[in-house]
């Protein structure tokens, strides 16, 4: 008799599946724990991703019917028209320190997306590169900043062990006090400001809709060419706005115009996983939400979880004026560290940017690819 089957997590299998992290970061002190209102929609057809993709759940279940892992096959439709490589990807991967079942998880995703057509499978992407996605390979001695991902080390030896292999790392960057940055960052953001005839201002929430046009336009032109890039639809970007909303502090997230059109903007927030860690049940109500209110105060760091400029205003020092801007306000809402991430290993231009301000590299990560 097998050890372990690995079956479609279907029906109450899913609660299985949704739950099995508390098993895997048990005695983890750095793991925070993820809110189960924020997964529940890939897996029950609300999250607007599935109106051009699917996501496929799996758990590999032991002998007496304990669940010891878990994975999902991805396919992205918007990836597969715009990139027109035949791939498929995996996710929402969690596994006990096991080559076999790590393995049998693996393959069974793999032959999901190669059902449908595809000739290779990239991961972890939960479900794409716009949400929490790549392995954590360096950096596991302090908790994650929201939105990035965690793992216990053994995972990048589960992957390589069943034939993945690196295809592109991405690194994030901390500044412990964004108090004391280089004064020249300042004296490059107020030339850039006057020589590109720029405003920037932070959003307006009462006009939100309005915004949220000039961010969609801004972010689709901005990162269409990197890599693995996929731009969100409207309806995704509706609903991550509604989401970041409950958490985001308006001062912190920027647009730059210039010559009347938008230029650029940058997305910032607190970093909630700070109070967010102490809410070990998953869920905020009844009890989660008084510890997290607690906990409140132990916010000291935002994450810059997004900068984007168009092409024709670049090399203007608008990136520089989004910093200075950012971490100045961030400063007088009582902010004194700064995650800047996740950067493409090869963007040596924002890399170079970052390390001149005092950015020091703080955590790797990796997407794996197999073909099939």
Same mark, same amino acid.
């Given at each position: 008799m097998a050890k372990f089957e690995v079956v479609p997590a279907e029906g109450k299998l899913l609660k299985k599946f949704l739950r099995l992290p508390w098993?895997?970061?048990?005695?983890?002190?750095?793991?925070?724990?993820?809110?189960?209102?924020?997964?529940?929609?890939?897996?029950?057809?609300?999250?607007?991703?599935?109106?051009h993709g699917e996501i496929l759940p799996y758990v590999?279940?032991?002998?007496?019917?304990?669940?010891?892992?878990?994975?999902?096959?991805?396919?992205?439709?918007?990836?597969?028209?715009?990139?027109?490589?035949?791939?498929?990807?995996?996710?929402?991967?969690?596994?006990?320190?096991?080559?076999?079942?790590?393995?049998?998880?693996?393959?069974?995703?793999?032959?999901?997306? #190669?059902?449908?057509?595809? %000739?290779?499978?990239? /991961?972890? !992407?939960? @479900?794409?590169?716009?949400?929490?996605?790549?392995?954590?390979?360096?950096?596991?001695d302090s908790p994650p900043t929201f939105m990035m991902p965690y793992n216990p080390p053994y995972y990048s030896r589960l992957l390589e062990a069943s034939g993945f292999a690196k295809v592109k790392d991405i690194v994030s960057y901390i500044i412990y006090d964004t108090t004391q940055l280089p004064p020249k960052l300042f004296k490059v953001a107020e030339m850039a400001r006057k020589k590109a005839e720029l405003t920037i201002r932070p959003v307006k929430m009462s006009r939100l809709q309005e915004e949220l046009l000039k961010?969609?336009?801004?972010?689709?032109?901005?990162?269409?060419?990197?890599?693995?890039?996929?731009?969100?639809?409207?309806?995704?970007?509706?609903?991550?706005?509604?989401?970041?909303?409950?958490?985001? #502090?308006?001062?912190?997230? %920027?647009?730059?115009? /210039?010559? !009347?059109? @938008?230029?650029?903007?940058?997305?910032?927030?607190?970093?909630?996983?700070?109070?967010l860690i102490y809410v070990r049940s998953g869920k905020l109500f009844p009890f989660g939400f008084l510890k997290f209110l607690l906990n409140q105060k132990k916010i000291r760091r935002v994450r810059v979880m997004a900068m984007g400029v168009k092409e024709r205003f670049r090399v203007r020092g608008i990136d520089a004026v989004f910093y200075a801007e950012t971490f100045q306000r961030g400063k007088e809402l009582g902010y004194k560290?700064?995650?800047?991430?996740?950067?493409?290993?090869?963007?040596?231009?924002?890399?170079?940017?970052?390390?001149?301000?005092?950015?020091?590299?703080?955590?790797?990560?990796?997407?794996?690819?197999?073909?099939l």
């Open positions: 098993k895997i970061y048990a005695k983890d002190a750095n793991w925070v724990p993820p809110l189960l209102g924020t997964l529940k929609p890939f897996f029950t057809g609300v999250h607007p991703f599935l109106q590999a279940l032991n002998q007496r019917g304990v669940c010891v892992g878990r994975i999902a096959a991805v396919i992205n439709q918007n990836h597969t028209r715009i990139h027109n490589d035949r791939t498929g990807f995996f996710g929402f991967f969690e596994c006990v320190d096991d080559a076999e079942v790590a393995g049998a998880l693996l393959a069974q995703a793999a032959e999901a997306v #190669r059902k449908r057509g595809c %000739l290779s499978i990239i /991961g972890p !992407s939960s @479900p794409t590169t716009n949400d929490e996605c790549a392995m954590l390979v360096d950096g596991f961010v969609k336009e801004i972010y689709n032109a901005a990162w269409e060419k990197n890599w693995g890039f996929v731009p969100m639809t409207e309806a995704e970007i509706d609903y991550m706005a509604k989401e970041l909303k409950k958490i985001l #502090r308006p001062e912190l997230v %920027l647009i730059a115009e /210039g010559q !009347s059109e @938008p230029a650029g903007f940058s997305l910032t927030v607190p970093d909630i996983y700070q109070a560290e700064g995650e800047l991430g996740w950067v493409l290993e090869d963007n040596l231009i924002m890399r170079q940017t970052i390390e001149s301000i005092g950015g020091r590299l703080f955590k790797t990560y990796r997407f794996y690819i197999k073909s």
